[in-house]
């Protein structure tokens, strides 16, 4: 069984920044793929965000996102932050993240993940 503890979303200005956590436990895990998927409004697909492996640490970007935010992990604590800089309106969204056990390679299909966290919300207006 895997545990998700989410943190870090909250109300930011445009051109703010906001750092997300994704704290993940469970005797299963050796190596995997961490995503974090986005979604609004609520019942529209989820969109993916960004990835890690953290087998090698490779990484994945959505266009909507590359340069603005960093996908890194902590692996002593089991922890994948997403930095999110230069935020705009349309980065609102509820955050979640997700882990696809036993992957040491960027999962971007949605369907892929094994397991989701509650998710987050992220407002990001003036």
């Known amino acids: 069984q895997v545990q998700f503890v989410e943190s870090g979303g909250g109300l930011v200005q445009p051109g703010g920044s906001l750092r997300l956590s994704c704290s993940v436990s469970?005797?299963?895990?050796?190596?995997?793929?961490i995503g974090w998927f986005r979604q609004s409004p609520p019942g529209k697909e989820r969109e993916g965000v960004s990835?890690?492996?953290?087998?090698?640490?490779?990484?994945y970007y959505a266009d909507s996102v590359k340069g603005r935010f960093t996908i890194s992990r902590d692996d002593a604590r089991n922890t994948v932050y997403l930095q999110m800089n230069s935020l705009k309106p349309e980065d609102t969204a509820v955050y979640y993240c997700?882990?696809?056990?036993?992957?040491?390679?960027?999962?971007?299909?949605?369907?892929?993940?094994?397991?989701w966290g509650q998710g987050t919300q992220v407002t990001v207006s003036s």
């Open positions: 997700a882990i696809k056990v036993g992957s040491k390679v960027v999962i971007t299909e949605i369907w892929q993940y094994d397991y």
């Open positions: 469970g005797s299963t895990l050796v190596y995997y793929a």
């Open positions: 990835c890690i492996s953290t087998w090698d640490g490779s990484s």
